[in-house]
Structure formats: C-alpha cells, structure tokens
C-alpha cells in the first residue's frame, strides 16, 4: 500500500511540475513585446466596430491567438491557415448554431464540438478557433445582429491585423521569421553517426511513420524535428555545437 500511495503521490508531482522552456529571456521579451503590439492593434479595430463589451468578447480568441503566434511562431498550430482557417471556420460553425438552435445550451457545446471537426478535417487546428466559435453562440445580441457579418467584422479584419503585427514583430530576427514558408529556412544540419562516421538521413517517409504512430496531434514541424535530432546527435558526437539561432543567423548572413 505505501508503495502503491508512494507511486500516486509521484505521478501527481509529475502532473504539476512545471515545464522548461529552453527559450532564453530575449526570446521571451520578444514574444511578450509581440504580443502586446499584436493585441493593442486588435482591440482597436474592435472597439471601433464592437462596444467595448462585444469587443471583450472577440477579444479572448484573439489573445490565445496571439499566444500562440508570439509565443510558438513556428508552430503548426501558429501558422497562417490554421489562423485563418481555425477562427473564419470556427465562427461561421458558431453563427450557424445560434441560428438554427435557440437553446444556447446545446448550441454552444455543439458550435465548440463541430469547430473542433471541421478544423481537424480541413487541417486548420488553431485552438482560439473554439472560442470563436463560443462568442458566435453566447456573444450577446450585438453579436447575434451582425449574422455572418460577424466573420467579416471584426472576426476577418482582427485575425487579418494579427497576421501583419505577426510577420512585422518577428521580421527583425532571421530565426522568428514568420510566416516560415515565405522565409529560406536553414540547410540540413549534417550530422555524423558515432558508429560509423556516415552521414544520418530521415527520410519524410520515417518521419510521417512516426507521427502516426503515436496518433496524436503534435505541435511541431518536420523541419523542427530534423533540426533538433540533428543537433541532439551532433551535441553527443562533438563537444561543441553551434546554437540553433546562431545557425539560422549564419545561414541568413550567407544568402544575404
């Protein structure tokens, strides 16, 4: 029994402790200054066309949003479809039910349950999408009065100033570029295996295998994956390896 109590009490430690996050405090000050900018833009659009009240609102999206864009601009989640997609989408599944369902307490579980679906199946998964989707059904009659014009307004014009402080705020440093795609990304890290001194290859193929192995959503990029095996392997084989960003800052300089 003690074993057993034992046991328990370390899962629940494990459950609570908090995450390291490698980032170093430049990094954080600049996604903290992200957001901040990121925000003040989008509640001024909002309350120009909301009250203060309906833009508080919209609001809570927009701030996980900004989370996520500030925070994880790398991220799948963080990228420009599924912010597009997650909160368009999302909303037009809310106005749909709190127009065709009068009991809010079915619309609003049934708006979140089908945003969370249609995201998935279009590959859009942005979770403030879900709370898009909340304010379509619970917003109030200011919200409800707008109709599909919700999506336009403010919903449409917020997501779309979001996106432009995104690529404005993390332009300045080559390795917080966003979008990533619109950016040339760093070459493949060659990295030497300690057995036999060959050059280790993934192939997309491996890297798909496993992700769908684990059959779970994962947060991150191929491009990420690579780049951090890489640079784990070569941190074991030589006893002095490059920093990511300093990568990405030399091969910036190189193309430049």
């Known amino acids: 029994m003690r074993r057993t109590g034992a046991s328990v009490y370390e899962k629940l430690l494990l459950c609570l402790r908090q995450d390291d996050h490698p980032a170093s405090h430049h990094e954080k000050l600049i996604s903290a200054l992200g957001g901040f900018i990121g925000i003040l833009l989008v509640f001024w ?11 508080a609102l919209v609001m809570g999206s927009m701030g ?8 994880v601009p790398h991220g799948n989640l963080s990228r ?28 609003a579980p049934l708006a979140v349950a089908l945003s969370i679906a249609v995201m998935y199946y279009l590959r859009c998964l942005h979770p403030p999408g879900g709370a898009t989707a909340l304010v379509a059904v619970v917003g109030g009659p200011q919200i409800h009065a707008l109709g599909y ?64 192995e684990l059959d779970s959503y994962i947060d991150v990029t191929e491009e990420d994956l690579l780049q951090i095996y890489a640079l784990a392997v070569r941190h074991a084989v030589e006893p002095a390896v490059v920093s990511l960003p300093e990568l990405r800052l030399s091969t910036a300089a190189g193309k430049a």
Request: with cysteine.
């Open 45 to 55: 659009i909002s309350a120009g066309v909301l009250d203060l009240h309906g833009a």
């Open 64 to 71: 996980a949003s900004a989370v996520l864009l500030f925070a």
């Open 80 to 107: 420009p479809w599924p912010l597009l997609g997650g909160h368009l989408l999302s909303g037009a599944v809310g106005v749909t039910c709190a127009q065709w369902l009068a009991e809010p307490l079915l619309a």
């Open 149 to 212: 014009g919700f999506l336009l307004e403010p919903v449409l014009v917020n997501v779309l100033v979001l996106l432009a402080a995104a690529v404005l705020v993390n332009y300045p440093f080559p390795w917080r570029r966003y979008p990533r795609a619109l950016f040339p990304a760093a070459p493949p890290v060659p990295v030497a295996t300690a057995r036999a001194g060959e050059e280790l290859v993934i192939a997309h193929s491996d890297l798909v295998y496993a992700l769908s």
